[in-house]
């Protein structure tokens, strides 16, 4: 992606000044400038693959049993409490480990 085209993204939801500060705390224009002297542009597009995230898996009944007997059983109490919260609060992974 062209820097220009970055930096444009970001200033479509952040404020200029926030844009800067991002745009030179993240070293990017002195990447840029190193990547420009460098590196010899490539001839052909690199295409990315394409990403099907719609499939879900759901525990069946037997399946969530087993789960909490682990969790019940297991010496990782802290472990199984954040499964549970996660789970009973339906919280993604993140959300139940950035709890304090």
Same mark, same amino acid.
């Given at each position: 992606?062209?820097?220009?085209?970055?930096?444009?993204?970001?200033?479509?939801?952040?404020?200029?000044?926030?844009?800067?500060?991002?745009?030179?705390?993240?070293?990017?224009?002195? /990447?840029?400038?190193?990547?420009? =002297?460098?590196?010899?542009?490539?001839?052909?597009? /690199?295409?990315?693959?394409?990403?099907?995230?719609?499939?879900?898996?759901?525990?069946?009944?037997?399946?969530?049993?087993?789960?909490?007997?682990?969790?019940?059983?297991? =010496?990782? =109490?802290?472990?199984?409490?954040?499964?549970?919260?996660?789970?009973?609060?339906?919280?993604?992974?993140?959300?139940?480990?950035?709890? =304090?």
């Amino acid at each position: 992606m062209d820097t220009d085209r970055i930096r444009s993204k970001l200033s479509k939801t952040l404020s200029p000044q926030t844009v800067k500060q991002l745009w030179h705390c993240s070293g990017i224009p002195s /990447i840029m400038v190193l990547a420009r =002297r460098h590196i010899q542009p490539l001839h052909f597009k /690199i295409a990315m693959p394409l990403v099907d995230n719609t499939v879900t898996e759901d525990f069946n009944r037997q399946q969530i049993k087993r789960l909490l007997e682990v969790l019940e059983t297991t =010496r990782h =109490r802290q472990v199984a409490d954040i499964i549970k919260i996660a789970s009973f609060s339906s919280m993604g992974r993140m959300e139940a480990l950035s709890l =304090r």
